[in-house]
């Protein structure tokens, strides 16, 4: 009989700790091995350039997965003029349904985003498993979290895959790159109702997780991204860039909309728009960290606030 208890006793030990790394101190939930298996998924599909068939399948899933998970989608699609001639585009958009409302006739307070293309090369296979695969599946794995224990938080998001973020030359210039966000700022620009913040992800999944954010972050999301990654444990990950940093955050800071770039340090890396951006160098645990930290921003952003936010800074262009 006592090696019976002792027995049950282990088992309530054992399933306690699972318990315990299953769920942080802080609240927030374990994803990085989900968004981890989830990159994989997306990287099966090869190369992603705008217009390949590998951008239009890993769209198609990442569909499949958000409306399977209870939301709504929709497309933007636009043609602009590339140095590669006339290209079609198209954005993927999220929300959360609510009973009895058109989910796109409601206003929303927070923009999730990341690009979903891959850098297109001639010469080499660049798959971006980090840049952006692996935010695109932390958006995923967070849309299914908060589709089933956060329904009122899911309901104040916009969720937004871009497409075209990378340049179709060498390099991003004023006409190329940041198609998929320029657009999608643009149709916010002249409403009232614009949201009040948002949040970009962007190689956010290396082993060596160092994030770095943009010297033209609006003030009051520094602070805030500061204190998720101290509350979670991970301020160690964070800090500031050198200078200005070229992404998807720009058009949308433009547009009125303070947002900040999550965004792995790309310039001290030896992978960035090379071969080597694959699966292996990515980490769950990093995912998790950086998941962990956006559901804070997040939390924080549906909470009230307790006193007036900063006056956000203008974005260098």
Known sequence: MRARWMLILGF?????????????PSGTPHLGQAAYEQTATILAHGPRPPGSDGLKAVSAHVQKELETAGWV???????RYTPEGSVTF????????TSGVDPWNRPVRTILC????????????????????????????IAKFLAKEKPALAETLELVFFDGEEAIGPHITAADGLYGSRYYAN?????????????????????NLTIRLSTDTPDALKERVFAAAKAEDAQNHFG???GPIIDDHVPLNSAGIPTVDLIGDFAASAWW?????????????SLDISIRVTLRLLDDAFAPPTSAPAAPNRPRQ
């Open 73 to 79: 989608t929709s497309r933007q699609t636009f043609e």
């Open 240 to 242: 500031m860039a050198s």
């Open 114 to 141: 990341a690009h979903l293309d891959s850098k297109g090369f001639k010469d080499s296979r660049f798959l971006g498993a980090d840049d952006a695969a692996s935010a695109c599946a932390a958006i995923v794995e």
């Open 90 to 97: 198209q954005n993927l958009l999220a929300r959360f349904p």
């Open 273 to 285: 728009h090379r071969p080597t951006d694959t699966l292996k160098i990515l980490s769950a645990r």
């Open 187 to 207: 149709a916010w620009r002249a409403k009232s109702d614009k949201p009040t913040s948002g949040i970009l992800l962007d190689m956010i999944g290396h082993e």
């Open 12 to 24: 309530l030990f054992a399933a306690t700790g699972v318990l315990l790394w299953w769920r942080h």
